[in-house]
């Protein structure tokens, strides 16, 4: 069973890059569907970005695609989430999640099983 823990969040200004950091333990993020979502408060969590990590496929949310992209660094079975050209909207709460590359879908939090306790992004 694989375990979520985030970092890299915090205050940044409009226009400007960072970087969240999910590492995992308990498994290996090759054999899983590896997503970012986020959530503000009284709004339904949204789904970002995930990254199918065997195949590399990755998708994103229209309001985040050219801006934010999704690795992994197998080694340090670790998955990034790379934000660039931040804009205000782009405040809230980021999760990075596990699930099975079969149940790989964005639109559909639930069908994540494995998530890690969030980082905040302000950005002002």
């Known amino acids: 069973h694989v375990q979520l823990v985030e970092s890299g969040g915090g205050s940044v200004q409009v226009g400007g890059s960072v970087r969240l950091s999910c590492v995992a333990s308990g498994d290996t993020v090759g054999r899983y569907c590896m997503g970012w979502f986020r959530q503000i408060p009284d709004k339904e969590r949204e789904g970002v970005a995930r990254?199918?990590?065997?195949?590399?496929?990755?998708r994103y949310a229209d309001s985040v695609r050219a801006r934010f992209f999704i690795f992994t660094d197998n080694a340090k079975n670790t998955i990034y989430l790379q934000m660039n050209r931040l804009k205000p909207e782009d405040t809230a709460m980021y999760y990075c999640a596990a699930t099975n590359a079969k149940n790989c879908n964005l639109l559909e939090p639930k069908s994540f099983s494995a998530w890690g306790q969030g980082t905040q992004v302000t950005v002002s």
């Open positions: 990254r199918v990590t065997a195949s590399g496929t990755t």
